[in-house]
């Protein structure tokens, strides 16, 4: 049958597929058009209306879980996303992908395992009027299409039963088919960590958070890149020898922890600039990593004061704990008003 009512089809058949179809196609030609925009914007528009946000309303008024079109649309969406953050995906990234934000994915959702869910739900949800305009002519059969969704649902998600109160609400039926991390190939420690990290509290915010330039949030293409490709487990570089001397992997994690990597050397420099503009606005001349002074294990203090401090004694300050100790020997009221950005730092300082 090719029936279709304001614009859902009504049954199984040639009217479901033609509609999967149509979506099919301007998915293609709206993925087409996403490599051309810089990255952070494309991820936006991909995951928030033109993945499966464009299909939501077909999952929930026709039976498709069956349907051979919705394997090639998440063929299209996982070439789509891989074009956009120029990484390349395995079937063990894309299922990651494919999952929420805040279960650790990047909430490109799998069409092939939303559309059951979202088509118990609409049934669940009008499973009350449709007694109701039915009883008067006897017939309250159940529909086989309810059964054919619930068999599809149970074969990727629990029991039916857990979400027995909340049949009408989508997410209670789609969270029974989110894969636990622990069933990813996550064999090695580092992949175990990177898994719990991604589905803790807030690591994934950056997702949610809209591209405005003005207020330094839209990511550069590269950034968006290795974001991803650490939440995700994706090679993001080439194997080679860091200017430190270690190798670095296929994954680029030596990055985050070499003393000479250029972001380091920012971040560093950066809290030196704060220290000493602290201890400058309270009217003691320092300088910044002063050249000669070494402590026992050979490592150069941050910045020191070039008169006493207090009982005779200069100050030498180092980031970590040493910042804590500084702050709290230099006046409260100095410090907050010579930079306001250290007052949570101040406020938590024991008394």
Known sequence: ???????????QGPAVELALQTKLEDLNRAMSRLTMLHSHDALVLLKNSLSSPKLLYTLHTSECCDSPVLPQIDAALRDGLSRILNVDLSDDNWLQASLPVKNGGLGIRSVTTLAPSAFLASAA?????QDAMLAQFGNTAHDPAITRSTVAWSAMANDVETVSERRHILKAWDGGCHIETAKFSATSSIDQARLLAAVSAHPGDWLHAAPISSTSLRLSN???????????GINTCQPHECPCGKQVDARGLHGLTCRKATARQQRHSYLNEILWRSIKRAQVPATREPVGLFRSDSKRPDGATQIPWAAGPEANCWHGMSLSLTLMQTPTSIALQSLPELQPII???PS
């Open 1 to 11: 049958m090719e029936m279709t009512l304001l614009g859902a089809p009504v049954q």
């Open 125 to 129: 949800s009008t499973l009350t009027l």
């Open 222 to 232: 590269e950034a968006i890149r290795v974001a991803v490709g650490h939440r995700l």
């Open 347 to 349: 406020q938590q300082q």
